[in-house]
């Protein structure tokens, strides 16, 4: 997906080179983990693949675009079709139930509200929400409004689905039955699944993972390949 891919913040005496020539892969049908310490260039490669940000300089290819030629309505539209987003924190908005909050990025497509609430209500029910859909999210637990989150990344069918810290703000009970759905739910033969994560307790989640380290790659290794005390 990436090969040589670098990226800088700032100018002058401020500049800060975040990452220094990425070469990353995701496999489609895969879950792929992107881990490392904080400030290697994690969030930002993600950003750079999911076309919220722009490489200085190297190759971006996401299901053979090269998001870095697309501009205007084409690049909104890639964004929007292609990709989905699950964040730490949830984003979900309050105003809006559990059904209407998923049913968002059909109703950004165009469809119309009674189908999105509909195609909604049934991908929730199967994320085990069916009782819920009327709810706001401050009537949901935070393992609630994380599936809410993952159905509202799924409900579109995007073919690349980005995961950024999806555990960090659940206990472990709730952060593991959240990526039971996501391996469950999410990973499928034509979509790629990318986790950002410092959460090695669901390390076992992933098909294969990659670690990160100062701005670069440093290794890919499958999960049971890793020493115990990286898993624990």
Known sequence: MTRGVIKSFGTGDTRAQVLRGVEFDAQA?????????????????????????TPDGGDVTVFGVEPVKLRGAKLTDFRM????????????????????????PLIVQGVGAGRARKQAAA?????????????????????????????RAL??????????????????????AVMEILKSIAVQKNRAVIVVTHDNRIYSFADRITFMADGRVVRTALPASLQEYEVA
């Open 155 to 176: 409900i579109h069918e995007p073919r690349l689905v980005v995961c950024d810290e999806p555990t960090a703000s659940l206990d472990a009970t709730s952060g593991r």
């Open 81 to 104: 079709r292609t990709v989905g987003f699950v964040f730490q924190q949830f984003n979900l908005m309050p105003a809006l139930d559990a059904a209407e909050n998923a049913a968002v």
């Open 29 to 53: 049908g895969e879950m792929t983990f992107l881990v490392g310490p904080s400030g290697c260039g994690k969030t930002t490669l993600i950003s750079i693949l999911s076309a919220m940000l």
């Open 123 to 151: 991908l929730l029910d199967r994320l085990g929400l069916g009782a819920h859909l009327d709810k706001y999210p401050a009537q949901l637990s935070a393992g609630q409004q994380q599936r809410v989150a993952i159905a």
